[in-house]
Nanobody
Framework: QVQLVESGGGLVQPGGSLRLSCAAS????????IGWFRQFPGKEREELVY????????YYADSVQGRFTMSRDNAKNMMYLQLNSLKPEDTAVYYC????????????????WGRGTLVTVSS
């Protein structure tokens, strides 16, 4: 059964950090384009970062460049998102995803999604 499960969300103060984890099962992450997205209430999911395995390159949205870092552990079939210098406007549900033919800025082209983990940035 194909599954992605996020963890690591929670409440953090402005300026703080969190590390989100995403565990994959039923398929091999390093064979897919993988990425992290977030969704604000009433809004569409937005792309934060994605990794193209064929090229070996990672692409970040301008809004998180320099603050968020994506990594992966192929041996554990997991990926991570390190969130630093968090701001209240980063409060959202964060999702990991994987896809075969991902089109940048088109979340609907990802094949597999986790259920999301809530990140709340507040003092």
């Amino acid at each position: 059964q194909v599954q992605l499960v996020e963890s690591g969300g929670g409440l953090v103060q402005p300026g703080g950090s969190l590390r989100l984890s995403c565990a994959a099962s039923g398929f091999t992450l390093n064979e897919y384009t993988i990425g992290w997205f977030r969704q604000f209430p009433g809004k569409e999911r937005e792309e934060l970062v994605y990794f193209l395995p064929g090229i070996g390159s990672t692409y970040y949205a301008d809004s998180v460049q320099g603050r968020f870092t994506m990594s992966r552990d192929n041996a554990k079939n997991m990926m991570y998102l390190q969130l630093n210098s968090l701001k209240p406007e980063d409060t959202a549900v964060y999702y990991c995803a994987a896809g075969t033919y991902y089109v940048p800025n088109a979340p609907e082209t990802m094949d597999y999604w986790g259920r999301g983990t809530l990140v709340t940035v507040s003092s």
